[in-house]
């Protein structure tokens, strides 16, 4: 099982930044995806970004593309979400998450999970 840590959440105004940070204890696999996803209080779980390590593709959700981008770092065994533009709809927790093969957008398809890190983006 991959052991995940997301760091890098915290506090901002409209407008700032915040780079979230996701890292993982070890890979077992040669193609999988990580993915960033979140959840706001009394919504479901959503994808925000993932990354397929296979075909080093990117894929964003539309609230995310041109304000978040999500990359690999050098070790490629970290994984990052720059956050641009931050509106207070994107407070929610964040969470890092993979899976083994392709990726998809629903979360129950990712078997490990970081523990979150909180993102409030106030007005």
């Known amino acids: 099982q991959v052991q995940l840590v997301e760091s890098g959440g915290g506090s901002v105004q409209a407008g700032g930044s915040l780079r979230l940070s996701c890292a993982a204890s070890?890979?077992?696999?040669?193609?999988?995806?990580m993915g960033w996803f979140r959840q706001a209080p009394g919504k479901e779980r959503e994808a925000v970004a993932l990354?397929?390590?296979?075909?080093?593709?990117?894929y964003y959700t539309t609230s995310a593309k041109g304000r978040f981008t999500i990359s690999q770092d050098n070790a490629k065994n970290t994984v990052n979400l720059q956050m641009n533009s931050l509106r207070p709809e994107d407070t929610a927790m964040y969470y890092c998450?993979?899976?083994?093969?392709?990726?998809?957008?629903?979360?129950?398809?990712?078997?490990?999970w970081g523990q979150g890190t909180q993102v409030t983006v106030s007005s």
């Open positions: 998450a993979t899976r083994y093969g392709g990726c998809t957008w629903g979360p129950s398809d990712y078997k490990d």
């Open positions: 990354f397929s390590t296979g075909s080093r593709m990117t």
């Open positions: 070890i890979y077992t696999y040669s193609s999988y995806c």
